[in-house]
């Protein structure tokens, strides 16, 4: 393994891993909220990381205002 790629599978195992639970109903009343700012070319697994990120608190960067943390 050269040393970026150890670099990167190091940086990889870094991060916080969050479990994934999806819940459709609020998944579907984010894609609307999304869609109605005009944000309608996210994909539902985007969607999904970023529900998952929002409701274990985890931190992560994301481009969409519905999902910004306050903190």
Not at 7 to 30: F, G, P, T, Y
Request: glycine share 4%.
């Amino acid at each position: 393994m050269h040393k970026k790629e150890f670099d990167l599978a190091n940086l990889l195992n870094s991060i916080k891993k969050c479990e994934i639970s999806i819940n459709w109903e609020e998944l579907q009343a984010i894609q609307l909220e999304n869609i109605k700012k005009g944000n309608n070319h996210i994909g539902v697994s985007d969607l999904a990381i970023a529900q998952t990120r929002t409701q274990n608190k985890c931190n992560s960067v994301t481009p969409w205002q519905t999902f910004q943390s306050d903190g």
